[in-house]
């Protein structure tokens, strides 16, 4: 399984992004999926999980919203009015079926690499 996550970028205070995680290796449509970040410096966050519903944390919830396309094994994350703290490293991860929306990227079996958002104030 590889998880490929783009659609990072230089965006200004206020701006949106839309990133985008491509799943292959598997069928992916029985598969939770989700996002974390991590800034230097500081713990990976939960931001959200997606399966046959929706788990949003705390940092994510009322700008980002996460979705899924299992035609094209895909789970997206728009983020809107995006400030300076969102600058970060975001992963996408991705459990098999029969796991739950996990919280902790350590609960997750398969994680991407990185791409890069960085808010300009």
């Known amino acids: 399984v590889q998880l490929q996550a783009s659609g990072g970028g230089l965006v200004q205070a206020g701006g949106s992004l839309r990133l985008s995680c491509a799943a292959s290796?598997?069928?992916?449509?029985?598969?939770?999926m989700g996002w974390f970040r991590q800034a230097p410096g500081k713990e990976r966050e939960f931001l959200a999980a997606?399966?046959?519903?929706?788990l949003y944390g705390g940092y994510a919830k009322g700008r980002f919203t996460i979705s899924r396309n299992n035609a094209k094994d895909a789970v997206y994350l728009q983020m809107n009015n995006l400030k300076p703290e969102d600058t970060a490293n975001y992963y996408c991860v991705a459990n098999p079926p029969g796991y739950g929306l996990g919280t902790i990227i350590n609960e997750y079996e398969y994680w991407g690499q990185g791409t890069l958002v960085t808010v300009s104030s």
């Open positions: 997606i399966s046959w519903r929706t």
């Open positions: 290796g598997d069928t992916f449509s029985g598969y939770t």
